[in-house]
């Protein structure tokens, strides 16, 4: 008997529920193509969780990720509602970092590619698109600035004496942020060897990014990776200031292969370089933990944000999250062969001409402006 592979669905707000309805049809459009069996089961998770339960990660939403193989994600938070609740208790910090931390979910990997057909979508010309853009950002995700202690807002005072009135004190009251960035060894060791172990795998080369001229986590960072480096010998190793990294992603992406990034860097650079594969809406992520060296239980989401301003219209863009399912498929359940043909299927949806928003331009006289569901029709169809 084959195995059910069970997924947990946290659509999440905005344009969560639509986007994560086509990779569910994608989904059940893969069960029949290759005789699996997929037990999705869709819970509520940030204002979704909230309106349904109280909090924005509910305790059974919760529960049945546990009991699942992994998570299909798709986002969370409400810029408007937002303020209305105390900053613990918003989604992206309550049930985004929560499930991060929950499930030892350390290393994100956002694979950055532009397909020929939407070289048109990229803002670089095409001489700085060269033979055509493939970046795989690794992301540590568990440390660093987002979770290092003390991490607070407090009042505190300032005194300041006036010369020309002799011993006249004023008192100031303000307040002061404090967020504490934090790496240890094994943290930074854990993620350069996904890093290069991926590398391996393409084009065996790292970017190690860091700020080690100004801070000692850079310096700290720089020296566990050049360590780990020495296992990987056939892996060629560069590191890189992170705003020059930032310069280098426009002015020549091509160079990169793995860029590794810190918790903060990762969660900047990566954002930057979805421009360059034509819209947030083209990236997926994976957030793994590892066992024994093996991936494992794992967390897939688009990229991109809620974008409430066109939720519920049938404009979004659903790649990033029918990509995410791919990914899902292949570090989650081993089915590489299913994770191509999700990819293959969004690639012919692309070459046939079909554009959400975010990628369509008139000047493509081949191109056909479709929405959230037409474009999620054309890839199940694919396969």
Not at 144 to 162: A, C, L, R, V, W
Not at 176 to 181: E, G, L, S, V
């Amino acid at each position: 008997m084959s195995k059910t592979f069970k997924i947990a669905a946290l659509a999440g707000d905005g344009i969560g529920p639509e986007v994560m309805h086509e990779a569910i049809k994608v989904l059940r459009a893969v069960e029949k193509k290759f005789s699996l069996s997929f037990q999705i089961t869709e819970a509520p998770v940030g204002w979704a969780g909230i309106d349904a339960a109280g909090k924005a990660l509910p305790d059974a939403t919760l529960a049945l990720c546990k009991e699942s193989d992994a998570i299909l994600f798709g986002s969370v938070g409400l810029p408007d509602r937002d303020p209305t609740i105390p900053k613990e208790e918003r989604p992206e910090r309550a049930a985004l970092l929560r499930i991060r931390k929950e499930f030892g979910l350390f290393a994100n990997l956002r694979p950055v590619k532009l397909p020929k057909a939407l070289a048109h979508a990229c803002p670089l010309r095409p001489e700085r698109q060269g033979d055509g853009i493939d970046i795989l950002v690794v992301r540590e995700l568990t440390g660093g600035i987002y979770f290092g202690q003390p991490k607070k807002t407090e009042n505190y005072s300032i005194d300041e004496t006036q010369a020309d009135e002799g011993a006249t004190i004023f008192i100031k009251r303000a307040q002061r942020a404090i967020d504490t960035m934090v790496y240890t060894t094994p943290e930074i060791e854990r993620i350069a060897h996904v890093a290069f172990k991926a590398a391996a795998l393409r084009r065996n080369k790292v970017t190690s990014i860091d700020k080690a001229n100004v801070l000692e986590n850079g310096v700290l960072w720089r020296e566990v990776v050049t360590k780990v480096a020495r296992q990987y010998p056939h892996v060629a190793l560069e590191h890189m200031f992170v705003d020059n990294a930032a310069m280098q992603l426009m002015l020549r992406p091509t160079q990169f292969d793995v860029m590794l990034c810190e918790n903060m860097f990762g969660d900047i650079l990566s954002d930057e370089a979805a421009a360059l594969a034509g819209s947030l809406g083209m990236l997926p992520s994976a957030s793994l933990g590892l066992t024994s060296g093996v991936h494992t239980f794992g967390f897939f989401e688009p990229a991109g944000g809620t974008a409430p301003d066109i939720a519920g219209k049938n404009l979004a863009n659903p790649i990033a999250q029918i990509l995410s399912t791919a990914l899902m498929l292949r570090y989650s359940f081993d089915l590489e062969a299913t994770a191509d043909a999700i990819e293959a299927a969004v690639g012919k949806a692309i070459a046939q001409g079909l554009r959400t928003g975010d990628i369509f331009t008139p000047a493509e006289t081949n191109a056909k402006q479709v929405g959230t569901r037409e474009m999620g029709d054309a890839i199940a169809a694919a396969l």
